[in-house]
């Protein structure tokens, strides 16, 4: 069964923080690395964080790195993104998925929205 489920979504003002959990299938877990991509309007999906299933490697993009942090709790099914000194620039549709780095693997959930406002 493959499924991911996000939440932690929502409105932020700037410099704030938001915690986003994907809730993801033991299956996915087990076979495939599960991290974050965004959408912003207007612009293509990108990779933000990606965790390793394999051992707990982290990849996150250039533009999170250091305010950004992705974990996992095994037994839970769960991935986070906790998401620290957040900037208007971080306002998109943020999807879980398997992933290899910065690249999809196939699998996304359906999407929380995160909106950095004041």
């Known amino acids: 069964q493959v499924s991911l489920e996000e939440s932690g979504g929502g409105l932020v003002q700037p410099g704030g923080s938001l915690r986003l959990s994907c809730l993801a299938s033991?299956?996915?877990?087990?076979?495939?690395?599960v991290g974050w991509f965004r959408q912003a309007p207007g612009k293509e999906r990108e990779g933000v964080s990606c965790i390793s299933s394999s051992d707990g490697k982290t990849w996150y993009a250039d533009s999170v790195k250091g305010r950004f942090t992705i974990s996992r709790v095994n037994r839970k099914n769960t991935i986070y993104l906790q998401m620290n000194n957040l900037g208007a620039e971080d306002t998109a549709v943020y999807y879980c998925?398997?992933?290899?780095?910065?690249?999809?693997?196939?699998?996304y959930g359906q999407g929380t929205q995160v909106t950095v406002s004041s």
């Open positions: 998925g398997t992933c290899w780095d910065g690249t999809s693997t196939g699998y």
């Open positions: 033991r299956f996915l877990l087990d076979y495939y690395s």
